[in-house]
């Protein structure tokens, strides 16, 4: 390393404002994303100059958890045995305190789904936008509940909210519609809920539904409740997300006819997969002259259709526009990081606006 | 419409400027972005603060006709015949001449590949931005032949050099890695040609070569010359450019193994397609210790895998990231506008870059 190069280093370092990161729900998708984000550190250093510490962890467990000098986490324990090991860090009293503490910029929200009306994650994401942060969430919950409200409001700000990793696990969907302006999306169709989509596949494989469930929990696809999987409910938030946002169309969850996987055999899906038509969680969105028409059900699909071959972890979409009638993305056996990823792309999406 | 209405109209089209639009190349895809651009100009004022006038048009036939008022294009009559009818408007002797005449914010570059070196679209690609105009092309001959000395000088003037509608018509495949920041893509697999997809699907119906040929003709995909698209070089070329670009490995075409469906027999389809493994002109890139490896030519495809269902005119690419280890794009039976709707994209994204 020469001098010069050193002080290059050393000036630039000092142009780039280092980013205040917080952290609200921290299970797999946010301990994940402080993963990956320490492993493409350099990367966003040195392609997007962006510099950022974590400032700010929360959780129902470890409480507000704020240092504005930034957290140290490696090697921390999260258990909540573990939760006198941040003594050194300030507990802030509720989020507002907790997002001034740690003088957030960015809020990366992952907490759990609430399907009924999305809370607290929204009142959160508005005092994230309030406070001047942009927010980033892998939570349908906001969207389908409030997501003009929030859209606006972080226009108003001159923030972002971002929200890629609620469908199809990071793969850019919102993004992709983003550089297609003046398309004009007619409908979609596709398979959306892993869950569910495992179960199925294990049963055609002999297990029984019980045992097709437990193999999901096992590879860390489901949830211990999985209930919103299994009754459509995940699906159909998804469905919602993508209508509300990318068909500009608001619907409400009780608009939209859902059915889910529970009543189906494994007899019956035996029977239908060996008959070339196997059952699958599809769910589908139609424009229509008043509005859209949509659903989520098993449905049995003809073997040579593209859905037919979406398998295990896979998901896939098709969306019909007026340019291009017929335009898929399928996602094969999904990574472990490809959620968090999501986070990750949109934080660079949200700073590199920001600079230019 | 009220007063006030009026004054509000009348005071934002004063703070839009009018771009100058150039065309280079007045060819099906030129022609047809014209009628697009007509068609969207009222979506592009008012979602993205977009007014156009075209003040260029040029093509071997027609000259380098500019006037930087704006050409009155309704009506007009395009055929060699009818040239004295642009007397109005003056004939520049040179693309430089051309530019600046006619005052180009923006050129669309639609002329035809030149497999062995790009030209002349490289210099008047590299005219066009040493003008200060964003150059968009839907030609691939520059990408192969020019691209980091383009995209540089692009960066350079501060301008946008895009090429989305070099492959897949328009759909957004570079765009798409514009949105995935820090991932690393190992390689891809895909059926990028829609000519010989076309005739290997008509010769698996019955027809002959040389009838598919014409089928191929009649439906448009397929130019007077096909031998670009037979001898698989147009395959070879998109794919040069995906390594160009999305892998930042430069390649030359002489290193890419590459085989067309010349030799292929209509019994040898017919047999392959009933016997389960139809022909596809498969275009392949891996990544390797040295840099990447490639090729293009017919490959027995077994008939459950995704490639072995894309026929006609549909194309399908199949990406290996390090996020997402498989992610696939399907674009079936894409529309008229499908290619010019890339180039109209792309002029979205270098003048809203423009006003951020």
Redesign the interface.
């Known amino acids: 390393l020469k001098l010069g190069n050193f002080e290059t280093c050393f000036s630039e370092a000092q142009l780039i404002p280092t980013l205040n990161l917080c952290f609200l729900g921290f299970g797999n998708v946010n301990r994940t994303l402080v993963q990956l984000l320490e492993n493409?550190a350099a990367?966003?250093r040195e392609?997007?100059s962006i510099e950022y510490r974590v400032t700010g962890i929360a959780s129902r467990r470890l409480g507000w958890i704020a240092d504005p000098n930034g957290l140290d986490l490696k090697g921390r324990d999260f258990s909540r045995a573990a939760q006198d090991s941040w003594q050194d860090a300030a507990l802030a009293a509720d989020v507002k305190g907790w997002l001034s503490a740690a003088r957030a910029d960015v809020l990366f929200e992952a907490t759990s789904l609430n399907v009924e009306n999305g809370q607290p994650a929204v009142d959160h994401i508005r005092a994230a936008l309030e406070h001047g942060a942009h927010v980033i969430t892998a939570n349908k919950g906001p969207i389908v509940h409030a997501y003009r409200e929030l859209r606006d409001l972080a226009a108003h700000k001159g923030k972002h909210f971002l929200f890629e990793s609620t469908v199809m696990d990071?793969?850019?969907i919102f993004?992709?519609f983003?550089?297609?302006?003046?398309?004009h999306l007619q409908g979609f169709h596709g398979i959306l809920n892993s869950t569910t989509n495992v179960i199925l596949s294990e049963m055609e494989n002999g297990l029984t539904f019980e045992d097709a469930l437990k193999k999901a929990r096992e590879i860390g696809v489901a949830e211990t409740d999985a209930t919103h999987d299994i009754d459509g409910w995940d699906a159909a938030v998804k469905t919602a997300a993508l209508i509300t946002v990318l068909m500009d169309v608001p619907i409400r969850l009780d608009q939209i006819a859902r059915e889910g996987i529970r009543d189906l055999t494994p007899q019956a899906v035996r029977t239908a997969k060996r008959d070339g038509w196997p059952f699958k969680l599809v769910c589908r969105a139609k424009r229509t002259a008043t509005g859209v028409k949509a659903s989520v059900g098993p449905e049995k699909v003809l073997s040579?259709q593209?859905m037919a071959?979406v398998t295990g972890t896979?998901s896939y979409i098709y969306f019909e526009t007026?340019?291009?009638?017929?335009?898929?993305?399928?996602?094969?056996?999904?990574?472990l990081?490809?959620t968090a990823?999501g986070m990750?792309?949109d934080f660079?999406?949200a700073t590199k606006?920001d600079m230019?």
């Open positions: 493409r990367e966003l392609r997007y990071g793969v850019p993004s992709l983003d550089q297609l302006p003046t398309i040579t593209p071959k896979s007026d340019i291009f009638p017929g335009l898929a993305i399928t996602e094969e056996n999904p990574g990081y490809a990823y990750l792309a660079v999406r606006s230019t």
